[in-house]
């Protein structure tokens, strides 16, 4: 399969048009700006806009996006690898396009701490639409792609409940404790697989530069491929390293104790020495630091958006603006380059 760089300053200019609007929401005590949920922000906005949900210890509800939008939260850990404190916390998504024309494709979904399911019989899915665009995020539950062409990378995907992934969907860089079922011709490249046999139901797809914290679950007997994978066990074909001492892959001894806590808070940094920093395709490094989407060393949710900064607050001086008058507004912002 074809790689697919990624840019996120690249992705923001495809979906916002000049007239777009930036649409803070809010519902920390004492905020005045006009929206609280994610659903009420959404339902003013026009295609293109951008929404984005300050750090909140109150969840933001539910979403039903069906026009193409920026929902974009503050992440998990600051510039230097610190896990904040406050999050940007959603209930759950559903994107889906089915009885509605306005075209939706495009969509992107980042920074937030997704804590349950999007309601309307599904978890976190997304249907009836192709190319949306899900990065560094953190999942409490699984995400379910009924359709396909959709970019899932650099998230951590948590949780009891399977993560369902549609035809030739490109799954990069994520870390997973659940299981991702019934792929069809897809990429899954460079993630960390924390849970026992995690992979069921594909075909036609591509495992390459994986980890598998022990098996995989892969079925080979499907027309899938699997290539300069490191696992903890040994049902991997050959041209995989079986049979590793994950302790002499990962730096950090807690990687394979599966609790929030941890996945929030660890790197996931190679050992010095470790076979997984040459053993990927082309001699590069297997998991989530290697590929075109790779983690920073040693920061996580913090990928730099190209030359964009990352705002970090917004507060509306005036909220009432008579026709023609002027809306003032303090925004502080920051690099993280």
């Known amino acids: 399969m074809k790689k697919q760089i990624i840019s996120f300053s690249i992705l923001l200019m495809a979906v916002m048009t000049a007239n777009a609007k930036f649409i803070l929401v809010n519902n920390n005590a004492g905020a005045i700006e006009k929206f609280q949920t994610a659903q009420t922000a959404y339902d003013s906005c026009e295609i293109g806009d951008t929404i984005y949900l300050a750090p909140s210890p109150t969840n933001y509800g539910n979403i039903l996006i069906k026009k193409r939008i920026v ?31 306005v075209k939706t494709s495009g969509t992107i979904i980042s920074g937030l701490r997704i804590e349950g399911w999007g309601g309307g019989g599904g978890r976190n899915n997304i249907q009836n ?47 997973i404790t659940c299981r991702i079922l019934n792929g069809t011709n897809c990429n899954v490249s460079n993630n960390i697989f924390l849970g026992a046999s995690p992979i069921s139901g594909f075909n036609g797809s591509a495992f390459t530069n994986n980890i598998f914290y022990s098996s995989s679950g892969a079925e080979t007997s499907l027309v899938n491929s699997y290539a300069n994978n490191v696992q903890g066990t040994a049902d991997l074909p050959t041209g995989n390293l079986s049979n590793q001492d994950m302790t002499t892959i990962f730096a950090e001894s807690a990687v394979g104790t599966i609790t929030d806590a941890n996945l929030i808070s660890l790197s996931y940094a190679l050992k010095a020495g470790s076979p997984a920093l040459t053993y990927g395709v082309d001699g590069t490094e297997v998991g989530v630091y290697g590929n075109v989407n790779p983690w920073p060393k040693g920061v996580v949710y913090t990928r730099s958006p190209g030359a964009l900064p990352v705002v970090t607050s917004i507060r509306v001086q005036n909220q009432t603006v008579a026709p023609g008058a002027t809306l003032k507004f303090n925004l502080k912002a920051k690099s993280l380059k």
């Open 71 to 101: 929902l974009l939260g503050v992440g998990l850990k600051d510039k230097s690898g610190k896990v904040l404190t406050i999050f940007s916390k959603l209930n759950g998504f559903i994107v889906d396009t089915s009885g509605n024309s």
């Open 129 to 175: 639409v192709k190319n949306i665009y899900v990065f560094n995020n953190y999942f409490n539950e699984g995400l379910t792609i009924s359709d396909g062409n959709s970019f899932v990378f650099d998230n951590i995907i948590n949780g009891q409940n399977n993560t369902y992934l549609g035809n030739n969907v490109t799954f990069h860089n994520n870390v």
